[in-house]
């Protein structure tokens, strides 16, 4: 089982009233979680952190073993990503939402790590900006895919080659 997380903990504490697609991915790993802990009640993935995924954040961290704050930082993030790692989960697991510009976090700097390889000039600094948006639309238009500029399930799948 791995140590730390995919993609690795961005920095930033995750609370009530966090929004964006590492919230999501949280969710989406939260749901995954319920398979080993069914005391975690299921939440919706829509990247917004309302009192539902407060609630199922405490529950995760009392069932396994964790500070129960309700608040998703280091020890949060690659817990949950154990527990949903721990169901056959690819490291690189869709976000849950599509990722677009003026989003920032761990799951934009992995695209952009992976999106370095295939364009030169990107930097993988987690905020997706023109030059990201410029870059999946390049990487869209090689892979024939829907020259949108966003990183929706299908791009992603194909970026991290899923």
Request: net charge neutral; no cysteine.
């Given at each position: ?72 930082g280091q020890e949060t993030w690659d ?22 510009m003026g989003q920032s976090g761990a ?56």
């Amino acid at each position: 089982m791995p140590s730390t997380a995919q993609p690795p903990y961005w920095g930033k504490l995750l609370r009530s009233g966090s929004r964006g697609p590492d919230v999501a991915l949280v969710q989406t790993w939260l749901n995954r979680a319920r398979r080993r802990w069914t005391a975690i009640r299921p939440v919706v993935v829509d990247g917004r952190y309302g009192s539902g995924t407060a609630t199922a954040v405490k529950t995760f961290q009392m069932v396994a073993g964790l500070h129960s704050d309700g608040e998703v930082g280091q020890e949060t993030w690659d817990g949950l990503y154990q527990a949903a790692a721990g169901q056959s989960t690819p490291d690189n697991v869709y976000p849950g939402i599509p990722l677009r510009m003026g989003q920032s976090g761990a799951t934009v700097k992995s695209a952009q790590e992976k999106l370095q390889a295939l364009v030169t000039g990107l930097e993988a600094d987690g905020d997706f900006g023109e030059k990201t948006k410029e870059a999946v639309r390049a990487y869209q238009t090689v892979e024939g895919l829907a020259e949108d500029g966003i990183i929706g399930r299908r791009t992603w799948n194909d970026l991290f080659g899923l």
